[in-house]
């Protein structure tokens, strides 16, 4: 499978949080949370081609999701960024439409298109992030328009072949 621009945003948004304390496993979880914000906003939220088509959802697979009860959420900030989260286990888990963006799910949704390739993509994510100050990281649009939009194609064209060789 290719490495598209959802993984892109969900890996390099990972990589954000995690430069802005979020521990990896939080950071994960934001890093899904905010592609599925950006392809919700993209494709209309609530729609049948943004919940089957980009997330990936049938709606087999949602009667088996972990959902939350209204009014278990917080209200998280990260720079100027704004979602919903629970605590679970200690650990920060993102929230969008009652759904939790679990690592399992991370898992799913964006490591496994790597294959066996995805801590190398991941290292580079973190160094590509690590370029940049505070101030852009903190920033919904300047991390957007900065550091995603410009390399988004680049990116998953370069992790899709990297994904499709053989090797460690």
């Known amino acids: ?7 892109v945003m969900a890996v390099l948004q990972a990589a954000r949080a995690y430069k802005l304390g979020l521990d990896e ?4 979880s934001f890093g899904l ?46 720079g100027d960024e704004t979602a919903y989260m629970v605590m ?13 963006q679990t690592l399992e799910k ?3 949704q964006i490591r496994s298109r790597f294959g066996n390739k995805f801590e190398k993509a991941w ?3 973190l160094l590509i992030v ?3 100050d505070k101030g852009v990281l903190l920033s919904q649009r300047y991390f957007y ?18 994904a499709k060789t053989k090797g460690g």
């Open 33 to 78: 949370n905010r592609a599925i914000f950006y392809a919700a906003a993209k494709y209309g939220f609530g729609k049948k081609r943004y919940t089957s088509h980009t997330y990936g959802k049938s709606n087999k697979s949602k009667s088996k999701s972990k959902k939350i009860k209204p009014n278990k959420y917080s209200i998280y900030q990260l």
């Open 145 to 162: 328009e900065t550091i995603y939009k410009p390399r988004r194609d680049d990116l998953a064209k370069k992790w899709t072949e990297m």
């Open 106 to 108: 991370f898992n799913s």
């Open 123 to 125: 290292q580079e994510a």
């Open 88 to 100: 679970r286990n200690g650990r920060k888990q993102f929230t969008m439409g009652n759904q939790v």
């Open 1 to 7: 499978m290719a490495v598209g621009r959802f993984q």
């Open 130 to 132: 690590s370029k940049y």
């Open 25 to 28: 496993e939080e950071a994960k």
